[in-house]
């Protein structure tokens, strides 16, 4: 059973930056799309970055130039580095595995909602401040 562990979430100001972590544990073949996910209070759960087993990534438009998604080169760890934070960046953020191959998610794994066929770590919560 997959693993999720997710660190670095903290308390920043606006234009701060973090770097967020993510440990997996019996992932198997790294042939599926991880990525980070976020939910505000009152607002649905988004597909924040994702890279799929070929190395392609895929950012949601509000942090693309802002938020870099990187794995090493086990596969087995996942950072996203945030720069630039705004005030509604701020929220749960979560680590997720696609239990589904990352071909069939298009490139970058764009096409992933996490409705579905997704496992999820707890979550580490970023919140930023003036």
């Known amino acids: 059973q997959v693993q999720l562990m997710e660190s670095g979430g903290d308390s920043v100001q606006t234009g701060g930056s973090l770097r967020l972590s993510c440990a997996a544990t019996n992932l198997g073949t790294p042939k599926y799309c991880m990525g980070w996910f976020r939910q505000a209070p009152g607002k649905e759960r988004e597909r924040v970055a994702s890279?799929?087993?070929?190395?392609?990534?895929d950012y949601h438009g509000s942090v693309r130039g802002r938020f870099t998604v990187s794995q090493d080169n086990t596969k087995t760890k996942l950072d996203l580095q945030l720069n630039n934070l705004r005030l509604d960046d701020a929220g749960m953020y979560y680590c997720a595995v696609s239990r589904l191959p990352s071909i069939i998610l298009g490139r970058g794994c764009r096409n992933w909602s996490g409705r579905e066929h997704t496992t999820w770590g707890q979550g580490t919560q970023v919140t930023i401040s003036t």
């Open positions: 890279i799929a087993a070929d190395g392609a990534t």
